[in-house]
């Protein structure tokens, strides 16, 4: 009795301790009883009161101790726990979440986050030559016959374990990190991403009252599961969210018969389909890493099949866009189109069955896209780099079809231009953030338009002279006039600053061995106007000036040092330019300068 008496009063002591660390606003109780837990934590018999905190614990805070030092114990290298009583917790953690399926959620994910510790750590741990910590999918099935809380248990299960298996930690040598990533991967891996998607189709053919959180929790928690499979880093390279556009998926070859299926491709083009916008973004996530899937996992007449099911699932999309307007979906899917550039060449692209109405339904998307410039201005980003690389692969394509880009291209170009330059009287009118002031994103986003607005020059450069040309009148007219307001000049100074950036950016994509002189001279158009321009703000400058404008102007004058003032530019087309820049340089003088 005496030994009870203890036990029980040791619990109730550790109770108010967990209390304490995590309910209190003071200070002082709180640093107290950390450290109080801290030693509890190096205390010999923990193991034993953890088990007791679990079995007899009244609080979901004691049982989240419990869980949080058992991963402590399990994970230590000095003096490690023997390899019988890390069977025995990892069979006792999933008999109580078993046997208890109204526990608080962050308890569930503080157990699950231990097994799936215990299985990284004891991978190749052996009992009579059997690898007893390699049972993942035995584990979870377990819990997949009965309710939908024990489904979305087994679930998150395997989650964990595709999340924290291929992360390096202090426990292991890197070396023996990659070893485990590596079998887990080539062991279970495609098991579970096979159990996933098999889990989804069964949930697709349901009527599921999706405003039922039992039901919608158990769907979202099985596309993590797929995502998670798919995002695996599966030859440990950990590639970082900025180098999201290059991204190549190194799907295992034994991984074949899942995208040699068109199947599993349309299973997630109808999750998108028939899913909420709290699920879908989920679904186009996983379509990014699909259409990510490295070339060489098919031979040429694969891929062609592959790419036509992808396209056709984009254009179905684009064709029933009602969910779009969600900013989740949008970002998602403006990622999606940057993927089948990136992944595939336009030689491939042009000669999918559909692909004259699929550019078209892109353009107009884009365009739109662009003209609500203050709508996911981060993912513009996306569609840009679609039709960069679009634009920068048309003098290599050897394929007959067209490629129709002559037509939609400058619609693009012309889009984002005038779009720039009406958003200068919104963002002054309604106090909003000036993207130019974001001069990262600016410079990525003018790196991009140089390429896009290099094809089919004619058009961009007359568009330029146009508004340049209109801006400037209308700037010179109001410095002129007595009554002109201050708003008034300041939005032509806005709009003639994305002119001087965009006229910077497009002479800065001039590619010397796809140049001609024609464009040369086009080159020499735009350039005269711009010096013209800094003539006339830098007589200004005792009165007044405009540190944007000034800025663009900079941005210019590198671009066209590099492009026609550099060592390595010919000379040719150096003195052409130059001696074209003088003879219109006077002539746009005298012509501004005329009475008439």
């Given amino acids: ?83 019988e ?19 608080a959620a962050f308890v569930t994910q503080a157990l699950i986050q231990l097994y799936a510790r215990i299985t990284k750590l004891g991978w190749f741990d052996c009992q009579k030559d059997d690898y007893v910590f390699r049972n993942v999918i035995a584990d979870v099935t377990r819990f997949l016959q009965f309710s939908l809380t024990y489904c979305r248990i087994g679930c998150i299960t395997p989650i964990k374990a595709c999340a924290l298996l291929p992360q390096a930690d202090t426990t292991h040598p890197l070396t023996k990190h990659r070893k485990i990533a590596s079998s887990f991967r080539d062991s279970s891996l495609f098991d579970i991403f096979t159990l996933s998607c098999n889990l989804l189709k069964q949930a697709s053919g349901k009527n599921l009252n999706l405003n039922d959180e039992s039901q919608h929790g158990l769907l979202m928690q099985l596309l993590k599961l797929s995502y998670n499979c798919l995002n695996f880093d599966f030859i440990g390279t950990s590639t970082d969210e900025s180098s999201d556009d290059l991204c190549t998926v190194q799907i295992p070859t034994s991984w074949r018969s899942a995208f040699l299926d068109s199947s599993t491709l349309q299973l997630f083009f109808n999750l998108y389909h028939s899913l909420p916008p709290s699920l879908s973004p989920l679904v186009l996530s996983c379509l990014v890493q699909i259409a990510s899937v490295r070339r060489s996992l098919f031979n040429n007449a694969e891929r062609a099949k592959f790419l036509s099911h992808l396209v056709d699932g984009v254009k179905r999309i684009l064709a029933n866009p009602q969910c779009l307007p969600d900013p989740n979906n949008y970002h998602e899917f403006c990622r999606l189109l940057a993927r089948l550039k990136s992944n595939y060449q336009l030689g491939e692209l042009v000669k999918v069955e559909n692909y004259p109405e699929v550019i078209r339904l892109i353009a107009n998307f884009t365009v739109t896209s662009l003209q609500h410039w203050e709508f996911a201005p981060n993912s513009v980003h996306y569609l840009l780099s679609l039709w960069q690389r679009l634009a920068a692969s048309v003098p290599y394509v050897k394929a007959t079809e067209p490629h129709l880009l002559e037509t939609y291209t400058p619609e693009v170009t012309k889009a984002y231009i005038t779009s720039r330059l009406e958003s200068v009287h919104v963002i002054l009118r309604d106090g909003l953030e000036d993207p130019l002031d974001d001069a990262g994103l600016v410079q990525q986003q003018l790196d991009q338009l140089s390429t896009i607005g290099r094809c089919e020059y004619e058009k961009t450069c007359a568009l330029l002279v146009q508004l340049f040309d209109q801006a400037a009148q209308t700037y010179q007219e109001l410095l002129q006039s007595t009554n002109s307001s201050a708003v008034d000049v300041t ?78 530019v010919q000379k040719s087309s150096k003195s052409d330019v130059v001696s074209d820049f003088f003879r219109l340089n006077l002539f746009w003088e005298n012509s501004i300068n005329s009475p008439n």
């Fill in 1 to 83: 009795w005496r030994g009870h008496f203890q036990h029980q009063s040791g619990l109730a002591q550790l109770e108010i301790l967990c209390k304490q660390l995590y309910e209190t606003t003071d200070t002082a109780v709180r640093l107290q009883a950390e450290k109080a837990l801290v030693e509890f934590t190096n205390s010999p018999d923990c193991l034993s009161k953890c088990q007791l905190l679990l079995e007899r614990g009244s609080s979901s805070y004691s049982q989240l101790l419990a869980a949080t030092c058992l991963s402590k114990l399990v994970s230590r290298t000095s003096n490690p726990l023997p390899l």
């Fill in 491 to 568: 939005v032509q100074e806005g709009r003639l600053t994305w002119l001087v950036y965009i006229i910077g950016a497009v002479i800065g994509g001039r590619v010397s061995f796809a140049s001609t002189d024609e464009q040369d001279a086009m080159d020499g158009e735009l350039v005269c106007r711009v010096l013209q321009l800094m003539n006339l703000t830098d007589s200004r400058l005792a009165q007044a000036g405009n540190e944007r404008l000034e800025l663009a102007m900079l941005s210019f004058f590198e671009q066209f040092r590099k492009i026609y003032i550099g060592d390595q």
């Fill in 85 to 103: 009583q890390r069977i025995d917790i990892r069979n006792y953690v999933l008999n109580y979440l078993a046997t208890r399926p109204k526990l």
